[in-house]
């Protein structure tokens, strides 16, 4: 049974649909993040599931029980939110104790606990310092350590790290990770950066628009993604339009493509070929196009020119043009292929996805 249910929860404000029939399901012990563009729903989920909004629509469920209409405060989750919220006139020690004074803990129980979460975020001794006196980061994991001092049965983390600069950023992100893996707490984390996401969850749902596309781990969000939007949004592709051939069958389809007319063959998940007659859109990541010098009878080699090498340091990204067909392919050793020169493309069967719009 999943720890968290969120099912076909809806919500709007005003006119505006915020979210629209997401249904998600965390695992016990799982960093699950969401991510999406700004403005797509992501926040508002994360406030439903913490009950500081009430959802329209669709009910809540946490460890087997029905938590819709239950009080953030009756829940028992930890938040950590993106401008800390900190309380300035309060030390550090103050402020990591507040949710167990508002628990109204024994005094005794308080201090041994603000101790060990400073101890956890690395912050040990940091207890009568002002808040105004730490660096960004030190102000982060003071937030992260007042969330996990109620011991909280769930983490709610929305976009904890963007206010810090980028080596402090992939460092507390580390250390994030390893922290909650390591006192086994369920974390849900929003944020719109791609690497962040990739770097720190165990899964991962893609929300657009209020909807929730695409939910899986991020490799397979990243090397098979479902839908247009979901390629669109992460990262670099090559998007091809193309028509099913009749010669397709379940497992294995075969496309032509619209530009340059090359014959594609992809491996189909059962049940997902597309419609005949229909022009659909397949993906492949520049990193998995594989140049060679000379077309050969290898499956979908198709023959192309080298029309542009941007070099980019440690990879170089070597545009083509295969008859029409403008294809990206990202390469380590760019140097045997000057621009103007004749090659082939391959695009391995495997590498290739079947989007759906
Ligand atoms: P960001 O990354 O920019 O924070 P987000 O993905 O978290 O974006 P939300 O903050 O959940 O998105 O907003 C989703 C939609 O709902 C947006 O169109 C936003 O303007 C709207 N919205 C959010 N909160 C409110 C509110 N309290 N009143 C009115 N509209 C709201």
Request: hydrophobic residues 40%; proline residues 5%; charged residues 25%.
């Amino acid at each position: 049974m999943p720890l968290l249910s969120l099912k076909n929860i809806s919500k709007r404000f005003d006119s505006t649909p915020a979210v629209a029939d997401i249904s998600l399901d965390v695992e016990r012990g799982e960093f699950f993040g969401l991510l999406g563009p700004s403005g797509c729903g992501k926040t508002t989920t994360l406030r439903m599931i913490a009950g500081l909004e009430k959802p329209d629509a669709g009910t809540i469920e946490f460890d087997g029980r029905d938590i819709t209409d239950l009080p953030a405060e009756r829940r028992g989750f930890g938040m950590v939110f993106q401008n800390y919220a900190l309380f300035p006139h309060l030390n550090v020690s103050e402020n990591v104790a507040f949710g167990l004074r508002a628990r109204h803990r024994p005094a005794a129980e308080i201090k041994e606990r603000v101790k060990g979460a400073l101890e956890l975020v690395q912050l040990p001794g940091y207890e009568k310092r002002r808040v105004d006196e730490l660096s960004g980061g030190q102000q982060q994991r003071v937030a992260i350590a007042r969330a996990i001092a109620i011991e909280p049965a769930l983490l709610l983390f929305d976009e904890p790290l963007s206010n810090l600069d980028v080596t402090l950023r992939e460092e507390t992100r580390g250390e994030l990770r390893e922290l909650v893996g390591r006192l086994g707490l369920t974390a849900v984390y929003v944020t719109h950066d791609q690497e962040e996401a990739f770097a720190l969850c165990d899964r991962i749902s893609v929300m657009v628009g209020g909807g929730l596309l695409q939910t899986g781990a991020p490799r397979e969000l990243y090397e098979h993604p479902a839908k247009l939007a979901v390629a669109r949004f992460l990262g670099r592709n090559n998007l091809i339009q193309v028509m099913r051939l009749s010669s397709s069958n379940e497992g294995t389809g075969e496309f032509k493509t619209l530009q340059g007319g090359h014959t594609l063959r992809v491996l189909i998940q059962k049940g997902e070929l597309a419609p005949l007659n229909k022009p659909c859109t397949l993906a492949i990541r520049p990193e998995h196009v594989v140049l060679r010098h000379a077309a050969d009878s290898l499956e979908n080699t198709i023959p192309a020119e080298v029309r542009e090498i941007n070099f980019a340091g440690a990879t170089s990204t070597v545009k083509l043009d295969a008859g029409g067909l403008l294809l990206e392919a990202l390469v380590l050793q760019p140097n045997a292929f000057a621009v103007g020169t004749r090659c082939a493309a391959v695009l391995p069967a495997e590498r290739i996805s079947l989007l759906k719009e």
